[in-house]
């Protein structure tokens, strides 16, 4: 069997008592594309009606490929950025036109980027490709109707920030989904059927999720009660199902759990120790303390790296896992350009002696003071020619992904900064959530040995 859970940090699952899952994303799945359409489709609306925005710009059609996960939005210039492990700029946008290495290197020079400066924001989840993609529009369409009264860059890209949350927040998006689940969400038995087995062997499971108990009620009626065998309701799968949890302050704040009634969705006070039941808010400090368990014991999985992994890597010892949705293609993909990535190399190395040549012969003229040689003029001509096959290579292996972006996980050798990101902070990564709940509980996921430079020397 192909392995489809990725290691970053050996994991004994045996060892876990307790999973976790986030629920947008990660437990329940979603239609990604009709969900960002949408979103797009309702963010444009609210910008003409509440921020003013001159009409035209109902006319946009989303362009699902516009934006990948792990891109950075500069707002201030309005570029969209793909940026390697070490912030250095490996591909750019400016609106809806490719930046080419010239323009990239006017606006940026050879910097490393910040990330942590908040002009920039990262496109870090699946329910960010819309406010990515609109927001290229945007400056494309103030770039090109200089006439229209659109404010500056920065401020769209504000502007349009807060009307993405405005949307989430009010419960105007979650109407839309509600009134047609079909078309947004997933249905995945295998995700039950994986949970039950689970189950069977002792895991503890539950829920932590920052949507709130109606929307969770919602979606979990749906996509996970018709399947239930076991357990008549998905209260008896979860032990806790936590709703409205404000991660990632969960993780490192001291907020009080309330209690939810299931039939009333009332609320009140949560007086000691947890017990099994539907809560909002909380805090990871209480919840370790009350299930007396060591956090390495827990096991939390999400999709959102900000949100779901990184401050809970940074502020607790729970064990993590990512579910990344775009790497499914990019896992087949990747078998698809390997004949090509072959070739690449195969140049890479041809082009090697050559360079290697190139040195020795320049640093022998200087050396012993000899007069320039036509040689060395040659040998650039060959690496020229090199260069250009190289090029028609690259360009070919990268039109199997993104048409604009390439791949999620790198920036042509190197990692992306998001694949960085993934490395740092979840112990294991796969596409979803059934690729781990098809493994036995008893697995023991072992992280391969990457040799470093110098031991591949
Ligand atoms: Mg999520």
Redesign the pocket.
Known sequence: MTEKVYVNRTLNLRKIRIIGF?????LVRYHSEAFEETTHRLVVERLIRSKKYPEIIGSFAFDYNLAIRGLVIDKRKGNLLKVSRHGAIRAAMHGTKVMDFHDQKLAYGSTYIDLRDSRYSAVD?AFSLSTASLFMQLVECKDSNSSLALPDYEQMANDLMSEVDGAHRDGSLKGLVRKDLDKYIIKDPDVVEGLEKYRKHGKRLFLLTNSDFNYTKLLLDYAIQPFLKDVKHWSDLFEFVITAAQKPRFFFDSIPFLKVDLATAEMTNQEGVLVPGIYQGGCAQDFTRDLQLDGDEILYL???IY??ILRLKKDCNWRTAMVIEDLECEVEKNKIVEPIQKDIEKLMNEKHPIEVKIVDTISEQIEKKLSKSSEVESLQKQIEQIDEKIGIKIRERQNHFNPYWGEVMRTGNEESYFAHQTERFACIYMTKLSDLLEMSPRTYFRAPRIPMPHEMS
């Open positions: 986030d629920m947008d994303h990660t989840t999400g999709d959102h949100g779901d």
